[in-house]
């Protein structure tokens, strides 16, 4: 019941900047918690950062100062705001939510990060 769409992705230089957007289906967006994940070839799916349904974010201490995790709730839409790229960042990026015990999952936007 739960559909998750990622967008912004691309490549970008070192130093540089992205926006991703998720928007998400139905009403439970408004109060759900949301995440970014990524997956790096070879590499396991990671917490990339984390808000809830009241706007508490978390974040994993590899992005933290670089990303900002947001959400307009009137469009439906969780941000990933990611400034001062590295090449380490480089991943397929999930947009992730929980409902009803079971996650719900974006099919991803590629973000690579090389000069």
């Known amino acids: 019941q739960v559909q998750l769409v990622e967008s912004g992705g691309g490549l970008v230089q070192p130093g540089g900047s992205l926006r991703l957007s998720c928007t998400a289906s139905?009403?439970?967006?408004?109060?759900?918690?949301m995440g970014w994940y990524r997956q790096a070839p070879g590499k396991q799916r990671e917490l990339v950062a984390h808000?809830?349904?009241?706007?508490?974010?978390n974040y994993a201490d590899s992005v933290k100062g670089r990303f900002t995790i947001s959400r307009d709730n009137a469009k439906n839409t969780v941000y990933l705001q990611m400034n001062s790229l590295k090449p380490e960042d480089t991943a397929e990026y999930y947009c992730?939510?929980?409902?009803?015990?079971?996650?719900?999952w974006g099919k991803g936007t590629l973000v690579t990060v090389s000069s």
């Open positions: 139905g009403n439970i967006f408004s109060i759900n918690d």
């Open positions: 992730w939510t929980p409902y009803y015990g079971m996650d719900y």
């Open positions: 808000i809830s349904g009241v706007g508490s974010t």
